[in-house]
């Protein structure tokens, strides 16, 4: 099954710095891969997605970028600001046959002022 | 607010009982998933359902049950057999299963005591 491993588990940065959160997957056939945003207490929304015949995908101040070939993907905060602050989870499915979507264990963002 | 309700918020269990969780959604979504969020391990996946009368395991499926009876409904089971049940549990659904967006609810609290 997928494996989708997710690099740093916590990432300080000074406001106005960028982040960047780096994963991994391990099954080829996964074609889809979004990216949700946990505020303390609430639940994970979705702030970008990306799907494997695309390499890059920009909303404003974050872009997520896929490496089908290495299998990675990553999610790039630019400008980072206060409300930044929360965990960020990649995931991976495959979106043909299986539904199955396999999250990574999460990054802890801290922005400081 | 997002369409998918869980309940109840916060559950308390004594060792040894079977306890049920409720997922209930009005997105008319196929797919529906629970997942187990512990402290550092990110969104685990325990069971999803890609239609009515039908689910999968997912990674940590032992000590779990699901049913899929009706396409708004995706109650979780949690045994006597699940060895540490004490964890938040997240519900989620989406439209086509793979490759669109999830939508979760505010999740469920479990404690044993």
């Known amino acids: 099954g997928e494996n989708v491993e997710q690099h740093p588990s916590t990432l300080s940065v000074q406001e106005g710095d960028s982040a960047v959160i780096k994963c991994t997957y391990s099954d080829s056939a996964s074609n889809y891969f979004p990216w949700y945003k946990q505020e303390l207490g609430k639940r994970p929304q979705l702030i970008i997605d990306i799907r494997s015949n695309v390499g890059e995908k920009k909303d404003q101040r974050i872009a997520v970028t896929l490496n089908k070939t290495a299998k990675h993907f990553s999610l790039h905060i630019t400008e980072t600001q206060p409300e930044d602050s929360a965990v960020y989870f990649c995931a991976a499915s495959y979106s043909t046959n299986d539904y199955k979507l396999s999250f990574g264990a999460g990054t802890t963002v801290t922005v400081r002022a | 607010d997002g369409g998918i309700t869980q309940s109840p918020k916060y559950l308390f269990r004594k060792e040894g009982q079977n306890v049920t969780l409720s997922c209930e959604q009005n997105l008319n979504h196929d797919a529906m998933y629970w997942y187990r969020q512990d402290p550092g391990q990110g969104l685990r996946l325990i069971y999803y359902?890609?239609?009515?009368?039908?689910?999968q395991k997912g990674d940590i499926a032992e000590g779990y049950s699901v049913s899929r009876e009706k396409k708004e409904s995706f109650p979780l089971t949690v045994t006597s057999a699940q060895k540490n049940p004490t964890a938040f549990y997240l519900c989620?659904?989406?439209?086509?299963?793979?490759?669109?967006?999830?939508?979760f609810g505010q999740g469920t609290r479990l404690t044993v005591v």
């Open positions: 989620a659904s989406s439209g086509q299963g793979g490759g669109t967006e999830a939508f």
């Open positions: 359902s890609q239609i009515v009368n039908d689910f």
